[in-house]
């Protein structure tokens, strides 16, 4: 207040009478001046006051709806591209296209399906590519490939398949922390190999935190003798012990991760993170594990029409040992920075944390499952036969059952819709099964539509239809032949050096983005240029799209990251910290990998004649 009378006339200065009594509401002025109590109050509601209020909260409803500015306003900068003739009129407008999707994806300022549709009625608005040749990008057989799949998933979720797999496997490594790591990384990634990482980390999150609290309940009660440990029944061949429920007593609260001993919260703080990493490393085994995976296969179908390099069992024959090693990477990494290196080694780091409590809350949720059902039982059947049917349908190295049909006409989606379809048939249960009623009927089918119709997650289906119809944009516009020779001056790098680089791009970008929406953005563009510098298209399209899934440092990067960070055991730092160097490990496993079995495998050290049909004269 000091400042303001120093702008204050002698014959103003008089007229001010100042208060300083305990009403005077901190020392505010009080003057028979009325002007310049207008000026000077900003709480009367003067006209500077209020102005200056009114911009603010302009400014403050502008900030709160950011989303709608991005919308609004990203459409109209980008404007002028409709209007350009350079490099040519089509290439303007597909970039204009490719650059508001990227915008929207990036920020999200749609919903990424809805952004995934924006070509179905901007491409022809345009006068680009028509709708109906759009619309055939949204039903591919890839597509049809993913949807097999998840439906797949969804009879697997529905009889809780999955939930026994888990639980058995985590009670046969015990709970001594670093098997117990170990044990949830080996579970959480096979099951993301088939089902989508998001269902699979909300399914195996409330499992590790329930296993990790109630061990930590029993050390802490261990001397008072609270639960009986000796076991009382038998079921399933595991012995139950009859111990209190997970959740804590009546009358006492329940136990926060912060109330846990250091030692314990870190704990918690390692599996939580083996669950998100294991579940984004684990989509990259399979072929219908992720949507990257599925957008490597329509850009080499469009691209190069006469390869059939990708196929189902020739992705996992590749994959698979990468995935390997990229979860034992995360189990050392979560080892040492929370449990401490010693522990890699030592079983007396363990002490502290061996009991029975997490045992117990493993076998009690084993027994809630009750005996393996029927429906479990035809489930795994039919899995082993469709896994064995994707695997040997063409598998490269001997010619696959496949053969005995026309060339192309039996693909992957084709085997496994024809598995789903019997799904849709097949009873649960046969009389004089174990587990049937009583009487001759059979069970219901093992899946039904409305189940699939209320599960299968159709936004991710949409979202990779935008992503082909991206490509095919980028195909027939001739904006990626344009992208890629520009960007052939790159050829004097090394190959193993530009894979290095796309890698660490891909890996940076798609930690701001989702995997399929950077995968849709930057594929087409390295397809060409891979032809371009004359190098094997696969050589740079298989790590990046791998790469596409390696988003382990913020919590907004994917979804499993998400909802672990929102569960309460982490810190963004904790994710920081360790994703890093996740980020760099598992980046350097996949350049291992390609230049050595990826090499040997694919025929990564020649040009492929199939890659020359696709070079224009875009260059000039």
Request: proline share 7%; glycine share 6%.
């Amino acid at each position: 207040m000091a400042s303001t009378n120093n702008h204050l006339s002698p014959s103003m200065d008089k007229d001010i009478k100042v208060d300083f009594s305990p009403e005077s509401s901190q020392h505010d002025f009080i003057t028979s001046t009325e002007p310049l109590a207008k000026l000077s109050d900003p709480r009367e509601g003067s006209p500077i006051s209020s102005g200056g209020s009114y911009w603010r909260s302009i400014v403050k409803e502008l900030l709160k709806n950011w989303k709608l500015l991005v919308i609004v306003l990203t459409p109209i900068l980008l404007s002028p591209l409709l209007v350009a003739q350079q490099p040519n009129e089509q290439i303007a407008k597909c970039l204009y296209i490719l650059i508001l999707m990227a915008t929207y994806w990036c920020t999200e300022a749609l919903p990424l399906p809805a952004t995934a549709l924006i070509p179905m009625f901007l491409s022809p608005a345009i006068g680009l590519l028509g709708a109906k040749v759009i619309a055939i990008n949204y039903i591919t057989d890839l597509n049809f490939l993913f949807v097999a799949g998840l439906i797949f998933a969804v009879a697997i979720e529905k009889w809780n398949l999955h939930i026994r797999i888990a639980l058995r496997v985590l009670m046969l490594v015990g709970t001594r922390p670093k098997m117990l790591l170990l044990g949830f990384i080996s579970v959480t990634g096979f099951l993301s190999m088939w089902l989508s990482n998001t269902a699979t980390t909300a399914m195996m999150i409330p499992i590790a935190h329930a296993v990790v609290i109630e061990m930590w309940k029993q050390k802490k009660h261990e001397n008072e003798n609270e639960y009986p440990l000796e076991p009382q029944n038998e079921e399933n061949g595991v012995a139950v012990s009859e111990a209190p429920p997970t959740s804590s007593k009546e009358g006492e609260e329940e136990l926060k991760p912060s109330e846990m001993s250091p030692k314990f919260q870190n704990l918690g703080k390692a599996v939580s993170l083996s669950i998100c990493y294991a579940a984004n490393i684990g989509g990259t085994g399979t072929l219908t594990g992720t949507g990257p995976n599925l957008l490597i296969g329509d850009t080499m179908s469009k691209y190069f029409p006469e390869s059939d390099d990708i196929t189902f069992g020739s992705w996992i024959l590749f994959s698979l040992p990468l995935m390997i090693i990229c979860l034992f990477i995360c189990w050392v990494i979560l080892v040492v920075m929370f449990l401490g290196p010693r522990t890699l080694f030592c079983r007396e780091n363990d002490a502290e944390f061996e009991n029975e409590g997490g045992k117990l809350v493993l076998k009690r949720e084993y027994q809630k499952l009750g005996k393996t059902s029927c429906p479990e039982i035809i489930l795994i059947t039919f899995f082993v036969i469709l896994v064995l049917l994707w695997l040997f349908r063409d598998p490269k190295f001997m010619p696959g059952w496949s053969s005995a049909f026309e060339p192309k006409f039996v693909t992957d989606a084709a085997t496994g819709l024809f598995i789903c379809t019997l799904l849709f048939v097949f009873p649960s249960s046969f009389p004089g099964i174990s587990g049937h009623k009583s009487g001759l009927q059979l069970g219901p089918p093992i899946l039904d539509w409305p189940t699939v119709q209320k599960k299968l997650p159709w936004g991710v289906i949409i979202l990779l239809g935008g992503g082909f119809a991206l490509a095919d944009m980028c195909k027939k516009s001739g904006l990626s032949d344009w992208l890629g020779c520009k960007l052939g001056v790159l050829d004097s790098i090394p190959p193993s050096a530009l894979v290095f680089i796309c890698g660490v791009v891909m890996t940076f970008f798609t930690e701001f983005t989702s995997n399929t929406s950077s995968a849709s953005i930057f594929l087409p563009i390295l397809a060409q240029l891979a032809a371009t510098i004359g190098v094997h298209p696969l050589y740079i399209l298989v790590p990046v799209t791998i790469c596409a899934s390696f988003a382990f440092a913020f919590p907004v990067a994917t979804p499993p990251n998400a909802i672990v960070f929102a569960f309460g055991h982490l810190k963004v730092l904790d994710m920081v910290k360790s994703g890093m160097l996740m980020n760099f490990l598992c980046l350097g496993a996949c350049m291992l990998a390609i230049n050595t079995w990826g090499t040997a495998y694919f025929k990564l050290n020649t040009f492929p004649d199939w890659a020359n049909i696709t070079t224009t004269s875009q260059c000039t």
